[in-house]
């Protein structure tokens, strides 16, 4: 006999202060791009999940001005070759690379027991060492006051 294996319960996802002020500029920002359009879905934010961080703080790089890339340095499957095709890119680049006010951001984003690879330390060292910024994101909120502090 199959017994069903039972789903972990997750608590529910309670939005971070910090979240809500995004979701709060990101609003204002599209009502200003579309001011003759009165009802704009709302802008909407969470930074529970990797690629909703990652979202996160990509959007207020941009929304304060400075350029920010989500870097994608996975391989990829081939059908064809039957085999993984490792990427170009160096290993263990940051998830967001951004520049503002001349200062160079590199990010690394990282959710619950997700730890950093040898590769992301190595990458680490060498940006601290050339000068830039390194971050490594937990989660929004902690990532808002170390960004709004180098401000």
Known sequence: MDRAIPKIKRPAYRKPEAVKELERLANEAAMFKHPICPHLAPRKFRDDIANGLTQCIVQYIVLCGGFATRINNQGTWSKKLNRFIPGTSRRGLA?????????SLHIEVKIGKDRQSEA?????ADVIKSGGNYFLARNFTEYKKWF???R
């Open 148 to 150: 709004d502090n180098i």
């Open 95 to 103: 998830d967001v690379m951004a520049t503002y006010n001349g200062m």
């Open 120 to 124: 992301q330390k190595e990458v680490e």
